[in-house]
């Protein structure tokens, strides 16, 4: 079995492996978190996503900052990002869906998806 799957991603919800939800996720290669919530609504701070980097090493973290694009991911987490050797890629979240199942196939990703603005 591989990592999670995106089946869909509409404003307000995703599809995971068939399971739907409607709060913003973190998708790790061991499963799906749908309990995310970060420290301000439209900011992605390291805070934010310091639990789940512990619980997998990863290669690439992939940030859907919602349907327009309004999350702005902190320069904290780029630069602890960068410290870690991790690449980071942010795009609006219908984007951010597709090249989460690309390169989830190939490498370690996490995924953390803002799934409305």
Known sequence: MGPPKIDKYSFGEIVIDGIRYESDVVILPEGVFSDWWRLEGHKLHLEDIREYLS????DV????????????VMDEVMLEMRA???EVIALPTGEACKVYNDLSTKKRVMGVFHLTC
Do not use: D, P
């Not at 619980?55 to 990863?58: E, G, M, P, S």
């Not at 973290?61 to 702005?72: D, E, N, Q, W």
């Open 55 to 58: 619980k997998a090493v990863i």
């Open 61 to 72: 973290l992939v940030v859907g900052t919602g349907a327009s694009g309004i999350m702005k």
């Open 84 to 86: 870690r050797g991790i």
